[in-house]
């Protein structure tokens, strides 16, 4: 039965074997060299192909339904920032052309955080554009429409909508937009969006413009804190019922003692076509961050609200989802684990029957049901948006396949975008300006897909989004880099193992023992001196042979400090039996790199093969020459007793056998190619006279 030291070893040996087996080392190299690469693999791309300054706001919008997107400028006659000059709307026919369809003059100040509304509020194939003015503390919405007997754009229709307040020349609200839909069943539609005083509380309403009947409609008086994100139900079963919901959050700025719900919690709400609300709100608890996420649901002949009551971060409390019926009867819950914090928002493609639940840490994306059970789970590298706002998800058919990609702006200084399975996420980077950024798509019928537009301030990017017809390369890719790596490891470790043998070669067992033999023998017999120089030497040549074994290259200058230490300790150990010189032409040449023992190799061979066996007056010398790296010589010359007595004395040699394969590993790793030539010498009888080896070294790609 094995020990367990017997198996340990076994163990580490074969791990060892496993470790630096050549396919094994390959595929970390492989993988690293793969995400090094600056090719992008990635199934999509995103290209930036045009980049503009303006200081004008851009929209596009097909506003006559021929499947290109005008071009639409909101702007000042002279500078954005100038509020003297004269605001106008300026409309482009299809982008890029610079051919102006019109100009519309305003008497009023734009809203500068409020994005026009689009509607084609009488279903006359023509969209309108509806813009947000200010004058002092009046604010209006004007609508711009088409007409096609004059053939140009002008105002038909000004209404005053509230009043508002600024603080310190700044808005103090904001303007939220809903989708246009016929409200009151006459056949037209009707303008929606929320003004939410800031500091100032007010005015905080839900407003619906009558376009029909030149009115406007406002919610009941409240005072409740709305952040962005309006959406729009339809009843299910009675046609002219619609559900309308607003998230709602707890600044607590409103400070007067009305009683209305103000914004001291947020409140799980519904309004209906006339604005007016369901049932009586049901509130949060009073608090900072006590914040409700509502959005409606419908079932066959069910309908409600869906509200997520969250709680502030850090809290011991828990957070819930609850399903309301339009009697504000709480039918269904579901209660969330200790510190977990999620967003709540209706499905875009499939509103009111499924939804998202969001956690961001991790970022994971729950699809449920109107049972608020959970159907799938998406998780994501990158943080999700925390609820669906108009502004920080959009859904557009960005590469023409028939499928809606989702563009998130969640986070700063770049965009992500999935596909509609929220799968391969593409990172659009850039440099924000303005906290208010916009995405847009803009179609053109001429071109093969449309283009991403993304409004930064006054920086406007242009993107294209498409497959990456690398993606299906990779694997090739993967694989080639591969097979390379595990050549390369494979070529690496012949060399490692010859310069191994090599090394055995030149420090055997018997050069060592008689070694210190003669150091022994020098240091009984008095020489102290010439024992200490010996010793010096001798270990120098061991240290050397040891430290330098991983290398694969050295210097000459290097390559010469060991051959002659070690020729050295040979004239000692065989007494003078030979001397040598050493003539180098050029110190520059000490620089030059050449394989490893490559002279050494060489050096060996003739005192071991022609010297020794010679006994005594044995000379050898060796000869570099060269004007620099390009082309070095390099001659090995001794008067031994030749190849040929050699070969008679069956002598054998497996240095050359190991000079030829390092130089050929040499040449792949390296791209440099070393050659040697041995010349047989002769006296003037015809008797050999030694053997003198000529090595050339070619600069790198030279044949």
């Known amino acids: 039965m094995l020990s367990l030291k017997k198996v340990k070893s076994v163990f580490r040996k074969h791990t060892t074997r496993l470790v630096l087996n050549p396919f094994v080392l390959a595929i970390p190299f492989t993988f690293l060299i793969y995400y090094l690469m600056p090719v992008e693999f990635a199934k999509f791309k995103v290209e930036l192909i045009d980049e503009k300054t303006a200081t004008a706001k851009h929209f596009y919008y097909d506003l006559d339904f021929d ?92 209404k005053f909508v509230d009043y508002v307040y600024t603080d310190r020349e700044l808005e103090d609200y904001n303007i939220f937009n809903a989708p246009s839909v016929d409200l ?10 929320f003004v939410n005083g800031l500091y100032s509380a007010k005015p905080r309403a839900l407003y619906a413009l009558d376009v029909k009947n030149d009115t406007i409609v406002k919610s009941p008086e409240m005072a409740v804190s709305v952040g962005a994100g309006i959406d729009i139900l339809q009843h299910p079963t009675l046609r002219k019922k619609w559900i309308i919901t607003v998230n709602t959050k707890s600044p607590i700025n409103y400070k007067k003692h009305k009683d209305i719900i103000d914004d001291s919690c947020g409140w799980a709400m519904a309004f209906d076509e006339k604005l007016d609300f369901w049932f009586n709100p049901i509130p949060n608890k009073n608090g900072y961050s ?34 309301i019926d339009l009697k504000g009867n709480i039918i269904a819950e579901r209660i969330f684990e200790k510190e977990k ?87 659009v980077p850039y440099q924000r300006q303005s906290r208010l950024k916009d995405v847009q798509m803009i179609k053109i019928k001429k071109a093969s897909q449309p283009i991403l537009f993304l ?102 200058g290097e390559e010469l400090q060991f051959v002659t230490d070690y020729l050295d300790v040979q004239k000692i150990r065989f007494k003078g039996a030979f001397n040598y010189e050493v003539h180098l032409e050029n110190e520059t040449l000490k620089a030059v790199e050449i394989p490893r023992q490559l002279i050494h190799t060489f050096v060996e061979n003739a005192i071991k093969h022609g010297l020794r066996p010679k006994g005594e007056g044995g000379i050898l010398k ?42 050929e590993l040499y040449g792949k790793l390296k791209n440099r190619k070393v050659s040697f030539e041995i010349i047989d010498k002769k006296d003037e009888s015809g008797e050999p006279a030694g053997t003198k080896v000529k090595v050339i070294i070619h600069s790198k790609n030279q044949p």
């Open 184 to 193: 009151n069943g006459d056949g037209f539609n009707e303008i929606i969006f």
């Open 67 to 158: 499947g290109d997107s005008e071009e639409i400028r909101f702007g000042y006659d002279e500078w954005y920032s100038n509020k003297n000059a004269r605001p106008n709307l300026q409309i482009y026919d299809i982008p890029f052309s610079q051919i102006g369809i019109d100009q519309v003059n305003f008497d009023y100040d734009f809203v500068e955080n409020a994005r026009p509304v689009f509607s084609d509020y009488d279903h006359d194939s023509h969209c309108e554009v509806y813009a947000f003015l200010k004058k002092d503390t009046c604010l209006y919405l004007e609508g711009v429409k088409f007409y096609d007997t004059a053939g140009n754009y002008n105002t038909f229709i000004q």
């Open 341 to 427: 914090h999620y967003s709540f928002q209706s499905h875009r493609d499939k509103p009111g029957e499924l939804f998202w639940l969001i956690q961001n840490k991790p970022p994971i994306k729950f699809l449920i049901n109107t049972d608020l059970e959970t159907l799938k789970t998406f998780t994501s590298g990158y943080p999700f948006p925390s609820v669906y706002t108009g502004t920080n998800e959009f859904l557009f058919d960005l590469d023409s396949d028939g499928k809606q990609e989702i563009i998130h702006t969640n986070t700063d200084n770049r965009l992500i975008i999935y596909t509609q399975n929220l799968t391969h996420p593409v990172i």
């Open 622 to 663: 060796i000869e570099i020459k060269g004007s620099g790296s390009k082309l070095v010589q390099i001659i090995i010359d001794d008067n031994g007793i030749g190849r040929k007595e050699t070969a008679k004395n069956k002598s054998t040699s497996k240095g050359l056998s190991i000079v030829n394969q390092i130089i």
């Open 290 to 323: 006590y914040y409700i996420q509502n959005t409606p649901y419908t079932e066959q002949s069910d309908v409600g609200i869906i509200s997520l009551f969250k709680v502030p971060k850090g809290s011991e409390e828990l957070e819930v989802l609850k399903k």
């Open 455 to 556: 409004q930064n301030g006054a920086q406007k990017l242009f993107y294209h989004y498409s497959f990456n017809k690398l993606y299906y390369w990779k694997y090739a890719i993967i694989l080639s880099i591969y097979l390379m790596s595990v050549v390369f490891f494979y070529f690496l470790k012949q060399l490692y193992r010859h310069q191994m043998l090599s090394i055995k070669n030149q420090v055997d067992l018997h050069f060592t023992l008689n070694a210190i033999n003669n150091i022994s023998s020098m240091y009984v017999s008095g020489r102290r001196e010439e024992a200490d120089r010996f010793l010096t030497k001798f270990s120098r040549l061991i240290h050397r042979s040891l430290m330098d074994s991983d290398k694969i290259e050295t210097t000459i």
